[in-house]
């Protein structure tokens, strides 16, 4: 069976609706049953941060990724130096029964220092595990404020925070059919409203089967952008809309939530990507290209039919 990524390499340049289509699949087919909305237990945000030290500029990663989980609630940051090749990311991970704290991670010549305030932090059931105010994360490298997320400010920071953009945003779901977010697609851009859902249809899905069709629907800002037939045959694909004056791709492969043995996790996994136009390439960028190109914002929403605690 064809690979996710050959093909969306076949439809890299068309702006218009694609789908790529396989031979219908011999295992057994699973509609999905139409019930509550799905829940968001883990969020992961990358941010590209210019940072300038002493000997030359170097561009670094930070991941923050918020957990909630049966066990408990935590969140972990990485920080990866993507100019210079031999670094070793840093991985810490800082449980939530500890509100308030600073951390202190070291690798090679870098020194990182983490800060966290979520003691008075809000959240809401659209985002999650993620705070959505009352709280901040800060984060310096060799003392140089590098990052900054939340509405509180740290007490003990000068301010002064340098660049740095998100560039992509991974969040997980478990539950049977309906996915909901909010997004930016540039950091300039509005809060859109990402609606994924199963719907069925007043139709057969296969002559002799008995019940009704399920389709794929999309809607951004309650404004239906895509919806997939024949599911069976059009698990995988991808189709491109335009937001804020940004082509955006979106791209899903849902095989194996339609398909998957009884005694695995079935999965689902929708992409949203922007380009810098329509000439630009609808896959990764090459590693060499990352610092010097405007690589936009990549949403991911990975979707689980079972609770993976």
């Known amino acids: 069976m064809r690979g996710l990524a ?29 019930t509550l909305s799905s829940t968001k237990y883990y969020v992961t945000s990358v941010y590209k941060v210019n940072f300038n030290s002493t000997q030359k500029p170097q561009l670094l990663l930070i991941s923050i990724t918020w957990t909630k989980k049966l066990i408990g609630q935590g969140f972990v940051i990485t920080v990866t130096n993507n100019s210079d090749p031999s670094f070793h990311s840093i ?47 800060d984060v310096l490298v060799n003392a140089e404020p590098c990052l900054h997320l939340g509405d509180n400010k740290n007490a003990e920071a000068n301010g002064g925070y340098g660049s740095f953009s998100l560039v992509s945003r991974i969040e997980r779901f478990f539950g049977n059919t309906m996915f909901s977010t909010k997004t930016r697609f540039s950091d ?33 800002d309650e404004k239906r952008i895509l919806q997939v037939k024949k599911l069976k045959w059009n698990f ?18 849902i095989h194996d939530w339609l398909f998957f043995d009884q005694n695995n996790r079935g999965s ?7 380009r810098s136009g329509l000439d630009s390439r609808l896959w990764l960028l090459e590693e060499k290209d990352f610092q010097t190109s405007d690589n936009g914002f990549s949403l991911l929403i990975c979707a689980n039919s079972k609770n993976p605690d």
């Open 188 to 220: 300039a851009g509005i809060s859109h409203d990402i609606v994924i859902n199963f719907r069925t249809v007043d139709e057969e899905c296969y002559k002799g089967h008995g019940h009704d069709e399920v389709v794929l629907c999309v809607h951004m």
């Open 91 to 137: 991985p810490k991970e800082h449980q939530l029964r500890k509100s308030k704290g600073n951390e202190t991670l070291e690798s090679q010549n870098l020194h990182v220092q983490v800060s966290w305030d979520v003691t008075a932090a809000k959240y809401s059931s659209d985002q999650g595990p993620e705070p959505i105010g009352g709280f901040y994360v």
């Open 6 to 34: 050959s093909c969306y390499n076949e439809h890299a340049i068309r702006v218009s609706d694609s789908y790529c289509s396989s031979k219908p699949s011999s295992e057994a087919y699973l509609c999905p049953k139409i």
């Open 268 to 274: 689902a996994v929708f992409m949203f990507r922007t």
């Open 236 to 253: 995988r694909g991808n189709h491109t809309v335009f937001v804020d004056g940004l082509v955006v791709d979106m791209m899903w492969d």
